[in-house]
């Protein structure tokens, strides 16, 4: 009981709010995204590659989302874009639940993606600003813990609620994204938080960000090493779906099952293979991690029972953990000092990645079969490691060159 009470009275009440939240937030949109493809396939006559380019417009809108919400908090202020963009999400979740016409579901998709690129820079600046600098880390340690809980526990409803109607899950989350919005109101103005402002940061605008990417080929390979590993990354995340829903009995829950198992080697191998990350350089962490990746996308193409999915997918999620935080190490080793904003900016211009990626993936799917789709994504992965090991040794070298002339 006393532990419960120092946990509670050693962070803001807000930041305690925003923690609940992102549990539930993602639990709801876990629910029910992941399940948009098969959704959109079970009740449209769409075919794979157009649910791909409806999917991946939420990615490639949430790209630019970021761009265009610094200028926006600036403006109007970041409370009321924070505010702004759950409520806009609990809409169209209920959206999603309610249109039938393609066009609708790709409008509504791309304001998902910059209702998130909105949410989450905002909320994040947030729980740093009501939290003293030395246990910052803690706060978004315990965030990153509530996102995975949440996912762990999302794909499991969502499949349960989808057996009784294919849009509750889609209706329940926007009612929740509605509650959390009117909860996190109520908070502020109790404790009379009316203007964020957060660090002050440069604005980071779309011209800026390709004018880095134009000027620093290093860089330019990172990038394109992350646009390969995002075109990976959402085979699992959407194109799984729909090969388990067309290959497989059963295939919704299976694939509720994947995404929960996902969600929980994240939560249980986080630490041991970070703390084993720490030995080597990160440009080891990423090929050992597209490894991973490759790996599974092989097992996805060659299993055909639930449990060897489940080895799949645990596989993978080791390339996951390996791959992501090693490739943001590998920028914030990269950029100036003054330029950060910029470059961390810039490295959202990988989402495209998560455009194309549903696109390629529905087409592959539906030209040549899921085992050959996941075979070519299992080389792209490994392809992917290339343009990180020539931005790195581009990078170096330029270091040396750069000693040599100080002596």
């Excluded at 639990?27 to 794979?48: E, N, Q, V």
């Excluded at 290093?218 to 290959?247: C, E, K, N, P, W």
């Excluded at 299993?303 to 935080?325: K, R």
């Amino acid at each position: 009981m006393n532990r419960m009470r120092q946990f509670l009275q050693a962070y803001h009440p807000i930041v305690h709010t925003l923690i609940l939240g992102t549990v539930m937030a993602r639990a709801a949109s876990s629910m029910s995204l992941p399940f948009l493809a098969i959704y959109l396939a079970k009740h449209s006559d769409m075919s794979p590659g157009l649910i791909g380019i409806v999917i991946g417009m939420g990615a490639l809108a949430g790209t630019f989302g970021g761009f265009i919400g610094g200028t926006l908090s600036d403006r109007f202020g970041r409370r009321v874009i924070m505010l702004a963009a759950l409520f806009g999400w609990g809409f169209v979740f209920l959206g999603f639940g309610v249109v039938k016409l393609p066009v609708l579901f790709m409008l509504l998709n791309m304001l998902n993606g910059l209702c998130r690129s909105f949410y989450e820079p905002v909320s994040q600046a947030l729980m740093a600003d009501l939290t003293e600098p030395s246990k910052r880390r803690q706060v978004f340690s315990l965030r990153y813990m509530a996102i995975n809980v949440g996912v762990a526990v999302g794909p499991l409803l969502g499949a349960f609620f989808a057996t009784m109607n294919g849009a509750l899950p889609f209706l329940l989350t926007g009612i929740i994204y509605l509650i959390y919005g009117i909860t996190l109101y109520a908070l502020l103005i109790k404790f009379g938080i009316k203007k964020i402002e957060g660090e002050k940061k440069s604005i980071v605008t779309f011209r800026s960000a390709v004018g880095v990417i134009r000027k620093d080929i290093t860089f330019r390979l990172y990038i394109i090493g992350g646009i390969i590993g995002a075109i990976g990354y959402s085979q699992v995340m959407v194109t799984l779906s729909q090969y388990l829903q067309r290959d497989f009995a059963n295939g919704v829950k299976m694939f509720a099952i994947l995404m929960s198992a996902n969600a929980i080697v994240v939560i249980a191998m986080q630490v041991p293979l970070g703390r084993w990350a720490e030995k080597y350089s990160p440009l080891t962490a990423i090929v050992v991690g597209n490894f991973m990746f490759a790996l599974g996308d092989i097992g996805f193409a060659y299993s055909h029972t639930l449990a060897w999915l489940i080895v799949s997918m645990g596989i993978f999620t080791f390339g996951e953990i390996l791959n992501y935080p090693a490739a943001n190490m590998l920028i914030d080793k990269l950029a100036p000092e003054n330029m950060r904003g910029t470059y961390y900016g810039a490295q959202t211009l990988t989402n495209i990645g998560h455009f194309m990626g549903p696109w390629i993936g529905g087409f592959l799917l539906v030209s040549y079969g899921g085992s050959t789709l996941f075979l070519v994504i299992a080389i792209l992965s490994m392809l992917g490691s290339i343009f990180y090991w020539r931005g790195t040794k581009r990078r170096n070298t330029a270091k040396i060159s750069s000693k040599m002339q100080i002596f």
